[in-house]
């Protein structure tokens, strides 16, 4: 399989926002020998701040390998930038909805294409006091186990230095320090014949996130919270505060709340 291609307009992001990303940024990059230099493969990664999807895409496309993220589709629906979510081969994530399932197997289809799917498996940005990733949503174990596509765990660290957790104002002076690992692939092959049951899934989405947390724990030379933090045991934190963030984490819930009420029972 030949060099990972990519559409038109995902070079022109790539063009305007790896230089500028550059220039703000110290880089220490470790792992990259474990990025697969061919053949389709998950990569997935912590998410700190808004920011990280470009520093987790710079490794992934340092290391020729162009990511395709599996983004919530309201990104999709932004003017001007859904069109070009969409146009440069970004999967939309439907979920809580009768299509969320599409979400899958687009992926299932990239991977089979030989492309690198992207993932956060938190499904937003981490709400632990400290940073460290949370607990995950099932749907990394059901593609992983699904496609037999290696899982690589990229632990990253330092995007939340230059725009901060639920902020947006970027902080670009002077530059930071931001270092990515890439581990081994997820050993999951003892799962891969076993039926697609919760408790099958639930172990090889665990085993994803202790790989991952194991290499965020590497970069900061800190040992992680004995469990990871769970929105729906602990609670979200961001819904009691009273910022942008939280109003717009507010707001996303109730509009949730509507669509839950519509859904026939």
């Not at 589709?73 to 969320?100: C, E, N």
């Not at 981490?126 to 749907?139: F, K, L, V």
Request: net charge positive; charged share 25%.
């Amino acid at each position: 399989m030949g060099k990972r291609r990519v559409s038109f307009l995902y070079r022109v992001f790539v063009v305007l926002l790896i230089p500028a990303i550059t220039v703000v940024t110290r880089r220490t990059w470790r792992g990259g020998e474990h990025i697969p230099r061919e053949g389709g493969f998950i990569a997935v990664s912590n998410h700190v701040s808004d920011l990280d999807p470009i520093t987790f895409g710079h490794f992934l496309l340092s290391h020729g390998a162009p990511p395709h993220y599996m983004a919530k589709d309201s990104l999709f629906r932004v003017p001007i930038f859904g069109w070009m979510f969409k146009h440069a081969d970004q999967i939309p994530v439907y979920r809580g909805t009768a299509q969320a399932s599409e979400s899958l197997v687009a992926a299932e289809a990239a991977l089979a294409e030989g492309k690198c799917v992207a993932m956060y498996p938190e499904g937003t940005l981490t709400r632990d006091p400290d940073m460290w990733p949370m607990t995950s949503r099932p749907g990394v174990g059901r593609l992983a186990l699904t496609t037999k596509a290696p899982v690589i765990p990229v632990a990253q660290w330092g995007a939340h230095r230059i725009i901060p957790r639920y902020r947006v104002l970027p902080r670009i002076i002077p530059r930071k320090k931001i270092a990515v690992l890439a581990g081994p692939p997820v050993d999951l092959s003892d799962l891969y014949d076993q039926p697609l049951e919760p408790a099958v899934l639930t172990e090889a989405t665990e085993r994803i996130m202790a790989a991952l947390t194991a290499g965020v724990a590497e970069i900061r030379g800190e040992a992680p919270p004995e469990r990871p933090y769970d929105l729906r045991r602990d609670g979200d934190p961001l819904l009691e505060q009273d910022s942008w963030a939280g109003r717009r984490a507010r707001a996303s819930q109730g509009r949730k709340a509507k669509k839950r009420e519509k859904r026939p029972r």
